[in-house]
């Protein structure tokens, strides 16, 4: 996963800075949460998402151990109504999607959670089980309200940059 899609990469691809406000979508144990958190600095907030108790257990643990002060953990699905709306500059979205039953109504509630003009950046990475095709996430992402801004990567493992259009 480092070698295909390595979280500076990916951090880099969102075009993740200082000050940022950054919602990780199924974070898992904060592989990109944390470096996120890292690269937003005091100013900046990290929000991650997970379903699995275990995997927030896991990250609110390293959360402790590191003394990181930026990053807050929800527990739950994309789509529940948990997240804030107009709150974040970013979302990722790393290897998740396809694991997701109702993909419209979690990318209508990523829409809802970013700032006008903010971005959701989708990695797909090919050995994932839940690989879903340029071709699907475009035509997901465009369903939910997204414009297509950025494409990075190949079909092995790439990277696509939305944006939630201004009013
Ligand atoms: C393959 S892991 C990827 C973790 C992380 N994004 C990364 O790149 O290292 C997928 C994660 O998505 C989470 N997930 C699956 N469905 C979800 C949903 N509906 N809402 C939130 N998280 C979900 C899983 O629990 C798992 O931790």
Not at 13 to 32: F, K, N, T
Not at 39 to 58: E, F, N, T, Y
Not at 123 to 138: A, C, I, L, S
């Amino acid at each position: 996963m480092e070698w295909l899609a390595g979280r500076d990469l990916l951090l880099d691809r969102a075009h993740v800075e200082p000050g940022m406000w950054v919602l990780d979508v199924g974070s898992g144990p904060g592989r990109l949460s944390l470096p996120a958190a890292a690269r937003v600095g005091p100013a900046g907030r990290v929000v991650a998402l997970d379903i699995q108790p275990s995997m927030i257990h896991k990250l609110n643990e390293r959360i402790k151990e590191r003394g990181v002060s930026n990053l807050e953990t929800i527990l739950g699905g994309i789509g529940e109504g948990k997240v804030p709306p107009a709150a974040f500059d970013r979302s990722l979205l790393v290897s998740v999607l396809g694991e997701i039953p109702d993909k419209t109504r979690a990318l209508r509630e990523i829409y809802t959670a970013l700032k006008p003009g903010g971005i959701l950046s989708i990695t797909e990475v090919f050995p994932d089980p839940h690989y879903q095709t340029r071709t699907t996430v475009r035509k997901l992402a465009q369903a939910a309200g997204f414009s297509l801004v950025e494409s990075f990567g190949n079909w092995l493992a790439f990277t696509m940059n939305f944006r939630k259009n201004e009013p």
